[in-house]
């Protein structure tokens, strides 16, 4: 892992070799939304990504960047799943090999996913084993190289395009950022956004969204250091189960992101709710947490506009039968 | 109602009208559909459309042609759910008052979708009552102006700027479109993305899609005259069971419709299973028609490309949850 911080020429460089590889999502709006809300909304569904979250991108630009030896040896990662399936598919159009070290409470469409894109799955156990240790064994074993899922360089320029792109639409619409919803994990999709946001539009605020219960990027903002949570309280969104922010991630959001705003399994829910009946869009659980934030009213929005990152929809048929089923007068 | 038919210059001036209004709605891919069917396969993603349909289009066109004086009459429409949400958002926002004449039996999504956007419903029984003598009664009384649901020229051109916009994003990405497939109720959408299409790739073949049951487009090709299907099978797809082709729809049809597909229902399940995990779309049973005629093989797609609209996603959330709970096996 390097320790080069990553910057927003690096996105911009990011932006160019990907081009060809990822899908620049669309922005949607909702009348409805918009009115509710009383500001334009703008939803960068990046839930329509190829995998069905935004990890490809990071993931495809790490890829990218090794050298045709490093990739003959193949790729390994540790992933709860959606950068899993980033990686799976990068290495796939690389005709490289993937091991992907996965928690065996993994949703089985991230696991299932995982092995349909040909890549090897191992399995632990979330609770007891340290998956960095079986990736970095596997990857010493091997020769390949390591492909973390966000504390590096490459991935947080990669996840860093979602925000170019949301600037690019901004501006072709003549609208300034001001305000930017992000669900955050390990910090990577903020870090990314944030260097390309504010080095155009300085004043724009970043907001990162987390779950209760794993709040390690608020508590380590207030205490201006790195700290950890126990891992206690359970949450619907498993692809934010972060327990510490990454050194680098945490190193860019200390000096870009404004706040941190919290969100439970309820309000993510109702989140989920809304996409599924007013957008016609599959959220997961963590990818919904940023629209979750917004409908709960944990921010006043600008006048102009609130940009929302809907960051994965990676979801099993079962939970989200059960949370969209929670009846229509609740959204 | 017009006898006027439209034309494709019709379609092209809709486009300018409606440019402000509705959403250009994403071409979409998936790598692994694109794999399975060893082609492109350009979704394109109405069901991202405002209202959740393709419904909007035609309503809009249709009523930025009205004077003042007859929006202040307000408009009248029958529909069993996305014509009368096009109809509502489209009056709504031209401040005009909506009546909309709806099956008792619609999904209460739609209904409640309707009453949201501010128009009036009046129930009546899908098996026992005339919903066209209905609602000419009351734009009779009112002095309102009615929307028809498909045979209008104007709705026909409305809906047709769907195709409009595939042929420009096939023109930006140096494909021809060889195979569109397109779900048929009424046939207006059939209609209009036939205009749009053949001008242009005059050589394309538009297949619409039916579900068994409700094969009255089908039928009425077949005999070279408008034939009407008894309302005896039932079909999981709301949104297309008309009984017979509209006079205008028809005329359209005849001439640059290739050929109709028909899906069942267990067909059209597994293409909503598919889009809920692969795309991260909600689709409607009737929205995925011409994608479940496609994953079923119903077509030898063409080497270049092959273009499917995915034309609704509004859907009960018990419905859907049944749906995508088919098993993953499946899909």
Redesign the interface.
């Known amino acids: 892992m390097t320790d080069v911080l990553p910057t927003s020429a690096d996105v911009s460089a990011a932006a160019a070799r990907l081009r060809q590889w990822v ?1 620049r999502t ?1 922005v ?5 939304l918009n009115e509710r809300l009383g500001t334009r909304v703008l939803l960068k ?1 990046e ?2 990504q ?1 995998t ?1 979250s935004f990890k490809i991108r990071g993931a495809m630009n790490r890829l990218l960047q090794l050298s045709a030896d490093e990739r003959a040896a193949g790729v390994v990662a540790f992933s709860s799943g959606n950068h899993a399936q980033g990686v799976a ?1 990068a290495a796939r159009w690389l005709g490289c090999q993937a091991v992907i070290v996965m928690p065996r409470d993994a949703p ?2 991230k696991l ?1 996913g995982t092995r ?1 894109l040909g890549a090897e799955v191992v399995l632990y156990d979330r609770y007891a084993e340290d998956r960095e240790a079986i990736a970095r064994q596997i990857a010493a074993r091997r020769g390949a190289a390591l492909v973390p899922a966000f504390d590096h360089a490459d991935v947080i320029a990669g996840q860093g395009t979602v925000g170019l792109e949301l600037v690019e639409w901004a501006r072709e619409h003549d609208l300034s950022l001001g305000q930017v919803l992000v669900p955050c994990g390990g910090g990577g999709l903020c870090a990314g956004i944030s260097l390309a946001v504010r080095s155009r539009f300085p004043d724009a605020r970043i907001l990162g969204v987390e779950p209760v219960g794993f709040d390690d990027t608020r508590q380590s903002l207030k205490a201006e250091r790195r700290l950890s949570v126990r891992n206690g309280a359970g949450t619907l969104c498993d692809s934010l189960m972060t327990l510490m922010p990454g050194a680098i991630t945490f190193a860019v959001n200390r000096r870009l992101m404004s706040q941190v705003l919290l969100v439970d399994d309820d309000q993510v829910a109702r989140a989920m ?1 809304f996409a ?8 997961e659980p963590g990818g919904a947490a940023a629209l979750a934030a917004l409908l709960a009213g944990k921010l006043e929005p600008l006048a102009d506009c609130v940009a929302v990152v809907l960051s994965g ?2 979801v099993e ?2 939970l ?3 949370l ?2 929670g009846g ?1 007068a609740a959204v």
């Open positions: 899908v669309p949607l709006e909702s009348p409805l569904a839930c329509l190829y069905g598919q089985a469409v299932q349909d709710q599924f009946r007013h957008l016609q869009l599959v959220l929809g990676n048929p079962a989200f039968s059960r969209i089923k229509l």
